[in-house]
T-cell receptor, first 112, second 109 residues
């Protein structure tokens, strides 16, 4: 089944630890995105990639890094997790003209 | 700054009609999206408007007025499964989506 897959589904992480959230899509979309969603706030863009080999910073990039070695994978890394990074993280993909975006099922991350 | 405003919560009755409003102020405009998000799930695409007017898709319709910076999502013949959050998002001049906080719609029997 075509779509976008995130792993893990949920995670409890000790502050200061490094963590990589995985995202894989099989729709051959050029553009991929990482968002965080917090209660009472809209989805906020962390990082994006318009094509393999390129990445860009979104609205809230501090404390996060991404890579885009190929079309399908777009991992998000927290180098040293802090409690304020507790959130639900969504990966999404779309055609480069950025019409309909398809979302993964989300990763619920708790930093303690 | 860029801003998307929509009501936090609305309540409606099964079988009725509800209109969810969205106003926006963004750096440029390349279209407005509505997404549905059930609790604990991912957002799913509902509609896209780039020209003024009404787009109808089954029980759901979306309206856009670019001059007023305004859109609404109209849901007809409400069903219990329509209980969800509805997210308004605008694509700005950099082709990035700016998201509203979402409207939680509660459907009562």
């Amino acid at each position: 089944i075509a779509g976008i897959t995130q792993a893990p589904t949920s995670q409890i992480l000790a502050a200061g630890r490094r963590m990589t959230l995985r995202c894989t899509q099989d729709m051959r979309h050029n553009a991929m995105y990482w968002y965080r969603q917090d209660l009472g706030l809209g989805l906020r863009l962390i990082h994006y990639s318009n094509t393999a080999g390129t990445t860009g910073k979104g609205e809230v990039p501090d404390g996060y890094s991404v890579s885009r070695a190929n079309t399908d994978d777009f991992p998000l890394t927290l180098a040293s997790a802090v409690p304020s990074q507790t959130s639900v993280y969504f990966c999404a993909s779309s055609e480069l003209d950025n019409t309909e975006a398809f979302f993964g099922q989300g990763t619920r991350l708790t930093v303690v | 700054g860029q801003n998307i405003d929509q009501p936090t919560e609305m309540t409606a009755t099964e079988g009725a009609i509800v209109q969810i409003n969205c106003t926006y102020q963004t750096s440029g405009f390349n279209g407005l999206f509505w997404y549905q998000q059930h609790a604990g799930e991912a957002p799913t695409f509902l509609s896209y408007n780039v020209l003024d007017g009404l787009e109808e898709k089954g029980r759901f319709s979306s309206f856009l007025s670019r001059s007023k910076g305004y859109s609404y999502l109209l849901l007809k013949e409400l069903q219990m499964k329509d209980s969800a959050s509805y997210l308004c998002a605008v694509m700005d001049s950099n082709y990035q989506l700016i998201w509203g906080a979402g409207t939680k719609l509660i459907i009562k029997p």
